[in-house]
């Protein structure tokens, strides 16, 4: 992949979503200063200038360009890549559906991942991914960690970026192999935040809380999780910004 580092960037997906056309398939784009990055919900994501790892992955689709539906093996591949790199820190961490990583109840990054759409089908797509480093405080984010915090050693940004896309582009063929997705898809599973453990969700479809239980993800990308406060306690099936975590 061709890494662009750029020295001060508003969000390094607004700046792949202009530079579009003209950026090459596997281009990404890293911020050493990001003053305006985006996360799911609308929400900013806050960062310190030359602490953490703030990136944008560039992938765009030739004639077998796959349908829309395709972007959930996506958020697998990145958020599994994300742990994984994690991991090698020795930092045991989980994946908060859809695709934030906590480590406990702290969250160490936000991933955001855009398309664009030609007939139905995926021409593009923008991966942006904002991971905590070696930022040490965080006044205006209660509940952040940083792998500076968890491992008490600096680590360089470049190097960081380099062996967590080495784990990314190394899984890129498993979205062409069934037998590949499924392993994805298993690892994905093995590391869902709150699996098989009792907590309060928000239902905002009803608008009730309730104690729950996450079973799984649908193969359709939707959370599954175990209403224990309904009549018959019902599996329930939620697609994104229908369920919030109380944590």
């Known amino acids: 992949m061709n890494i662009i580092w750029l020295d001060t960037i508003d ?8 530079r579009l056309p003209e950026l090459p398939n596997g281009t990404v ?8 990055g985006r996360g799911q919900r609308g929400n900013t994501w806050f960062t310190e200038p030359g602490k953490n790892l703030t990136f944008s992955i560039v992938l765009k689709y030739g004639e077998d360009a796959p ?4 972007t959930i093996w996506l958020n697998y591949l990145i958020s599994v890549a994300v742990v994984d790199f994690l991991q090698s820190h020795g930092i045991w961490c989980k994946v908060k559906w859809p695709n ?14 855009e398309n664009s759409l030609s007939g139905g089908r995926l ?7 904002g991971l905590n480093i070696n930022q040490r405080d ?4 209660a509940n952040a960690t940083s792998l ?13 970026l380099d062996k967590l896309l080495d784990g990314f582009e190394k899984r890129l063929p498993y979205l062409q192999d069934e037998k590949l997705r499924e392993a994805l898809f298993s690892s994905y599973s093995t590391y869902l935040f709150n699996k098989d453990v009792n907590a309060r969700y928000h239902d905002y479809i009803t608008d009730r809380e309730y104690t729950g239980i996450i079973k799984g993800v649908a193969p359709d990308g939707r959370l599954m999780i175990w209403d224990l406060e309904a009549p018959g ?15």
Request: glycine share 6%; net charge positive.
């Open 138 to 141: 965080f006044p205006q984010l």
């Open 11 to 18: 969000s390094t997906n607004s700046e792949a979503l202009r």
């Open 67 to 70: 349908a829309a539906s395709h």
């Open 29 to 36: 784009l890293a911020a050493r200063e990001q003053t305006a």
């Open 100 to 113: 934030d990583v906590y480590v406990g109840k702290k969250k160490i990054c936000g991933i955001l991942i």
């Open 123 to 129: 021409s593009a797509s923008v991966i942006g991914v």
């Open 148 to 160: 500076w915090s968890l491992t008490g050693e600096e680590h360089p940004l470049p190097e960081c």
């Open 233 to 247: 306690k019902p599996v329930r099936h939620y697609s994104f910004k229908e369920v919030g975590y109380i944590i």
